[in-house]
């Protein structure tokens, strides 16, 4: 019965952010849109004068700790399994198919990277990035030539 519950709160709370992060404003970098030369990503706003630093009337939003997510479900994926960060095969023991995720970290090579994934498929575990770092250049397809 207990687990139920948490079963039934974590998909209300997945329902929960979806719709909220529907209404979140895309939060972009003063001035982006107005610059070429300016990324999007945020940069929060320094200027003495600055409208959005000031919280102006019709301005864009600025992130605050009212956007975060809920609490009950830091570390989830969208899916609803919980997220793992694995470096080798040992840490996926223990982990439950049902309620985790794996996720490879970015510092394991190929070697070891085929070998967890063959030992997260015995284990039924969803890997959620299972791709060889030399498959990833292949499909980027770039080559030095191209960069020089």
């Not at 687990?3 to 039934?8: D, N, V």
């Not at 982006?32 to 320094?46: A, E, H, I, Q, V």
């Not at 985790?100 to 997260?120: P, T």
Request: no cysteine; net charge positive.
């Amino acid at each position: 019965m207990k687990g139920s519950k948490r079963i039934q709160k974590l998909k209300q709370a997945l329902r929960l952010k979806r719709m909220r992060n529907q209404r979140k404003p895309k939060f972009r970098r003063p001035e982006s849109w107005r610059y070429k030369r300016l990324d999007t990503g945020w940069r929060r706003p320094k200027g003495i004068d600055s409208a959005i630093r000031k919280r102006e009337k019709s301005q864009p939003a600025m992130p605050s700790i009212g956007y975060r997510s809920p609490a009950a479900l830091r570390n989830y994926h969208p899916s609803g399994l919980k997220e793992v960060l694995v470096h080798n095969v040992k840490e996926l023991e223990g982990l439950h198919p049902k309620t985790h995720a794996v996720r490879i970290a970015r510092q394991v090579g190929d070697r070891k990277r085929l070998a967890i994934v063959e030992r997260a498929d015995d284990l039924g575990l969803h890997v959620l990035n299972p791709q060889l770092k030399s498959e990833l250049r292949d499909l980027l397809d770039i080559s030095t030539d191209e960069i020089l």
